[in-house]
Nanobody
Framework: QVQLQESGPGLVKPSQTLSLPCTVSGGSITTSFDYWNWIRRPPGKGLQWVGAISYSGSTDYNPSLKSRTSISRDTSKNQFTLQLSSVTPEDTDVYFC??????????????WGQGTLVTVSS
């Protein structure tokens, strides 16, 4: 059973870079043709897709966040990490990692982490 777990810092100061790892168990982040995503949800609001990294390491980002976003991976740890730079209080969100794969024909993100609240405040 594939499981994803976010490891959030809890609190980040404005202008700093958020670093948010997601650890995958029960499956490999290099499995063809899986895609590993970051999504965020402002408290009380809807979901926003942030970006993704593929099984081969290629990346794709939401155009509205692209200039501040980087997703990387560490295959030895079976882990992928979101970095969001120059954060502001508007980046205070619950952040989720999730898998998109051939299991669901890429129709939806079928496996999700539980989410972690990141608060941007001085």
């Amino acid at each position: 059973q594939v499981q994803l777990q976010e490891s959030g810092p809890g609190l980040v100061k404005p202008s700093q870079t958020l670093s948010l790892p997601c650890t995958v168990s029960g499956g490999s982040i290099t499995t063809s043709f899986d895609y590993w995503n970051w999504i965020r949800r402002p408290p009380g609001k809807g979901l926003q897709w942030v970006g993704a990294i593929s099984y081969s390491g290629s990346t794709d980002y939401n155009p509205s966040l692209k200039s501040r976003t980087s997703i990387s991976r560490d295959t030895s740890k079976n882990q992928f990490t979101l970095q969001l730079s120059s954060v502001t209080p508007e980046d205070t969100d619950v952040y989720f990692c999730a898998r998109n794969s051939q299991v669901a024909g890429y129709r939806y993100l079928e496996v999700w982490g539980q989410g972690t609240l990141v608060t941007v405040s001085s």
